[in-house]
């Protein structure tokens, strides 16, 4: 399986801001898949993720940034702490978004810049997640959030990364595996008859669809 969607993502984030000498706060890190990257662009980079597991993989990963276990619904830190702060394809992952858009709120410097990094279902790839994992509701609340607050969107861009597989196995390896779910015939079925997933190339080239938003403070 190969992919570029951590390439697309990171092309994405340069193009809406200069990390630089930025003091920058990235929940949902996960296991480091776009901290050790933001670690080389900036010289402090605190990242929190809530899964114990994965927050320490991201800290032995990238031992110069300060990793911790933590949720964007309560974060840890003093008011106005910094200049950037990223959603890491995980403000959706949250229980109560409008909440975690507050703590951003309270913890950015006025200045600040926040990046909402969010998947969308349009093509294929996003049609195998839906499948096996509906997020549907979940980011639906945060666009009701977004469009809630006092958050002045100031960009949004959808971008598209490429996924390849050399055919169904591979792709059923993947994604179940990643799911954490046993292999299920019926779902590979449903799976193969998805508008944008044609398990009959060679290889199997699915389009995932992703969006960055740059939110800022009223001036």
Excluded at 50 to 77: H, I, M, N, Q, Y
Excluded at 139 to 158: G, L, M, N, P, Q
């Amino acid at each position: 399986m190969e992919q570029n969607s951590e390439e697309k993502t990171r092309d994405q984030i340069k193009a809406f801001v200069d990390l630089a000498h930025r003091d920058i706060l990235e929940i949902g890190c996960g296991d480091g898949r776009l901290t050790e990257w933001l670690a080389r662009e900036t010289s402090s980079l605190t990242a929190i993720d809530p899964d114990e597991k994965r927050a320490a993989k991201a800290k032995g990963t990238v031992p110069g940034a300060e990793v911790a276990v933590g949720s964007g619904e309560a974060l840890a830190f003093a008011d106005a702490s910094f200049d950037i702060i990223l959603f890491s394809l995980s403000l959706h992952h949250h229980r109560d978004c409008s909440k975690a858009l507050a703590e951003a709120w309270r913890v950015l410097r006025d200045r600040g810049s926040l990046l909402v990094l969010e998947p969308l279902n349009d093509e294929g790839m996003g049609q195998v997640f839906a499948l096996l994992h509906n997020e549907d509701r979940e980011k639906a609340a945060v666009r009701r959030a977004i469009d809630e607050s006092d958050w002045v969107v100031r960009r949004s861009e959808t971008f598209e990364s490429r996924w390849v597989f050399e055919g169904p196995e591979e792709l059923h390896e993947w994604a179940f595996g990643y799911f954490g779910m046993a292999f299920d015939p019926e779902l590979a079925k449903q799976m193969a008859e998805q508008p944008d997933v044609d398990l009959d190339a060679r290889p199997i080239v699915l389009t995932e669809v992703q969006e960055l938003l740059l939110l800022g403070k009223p001036a």
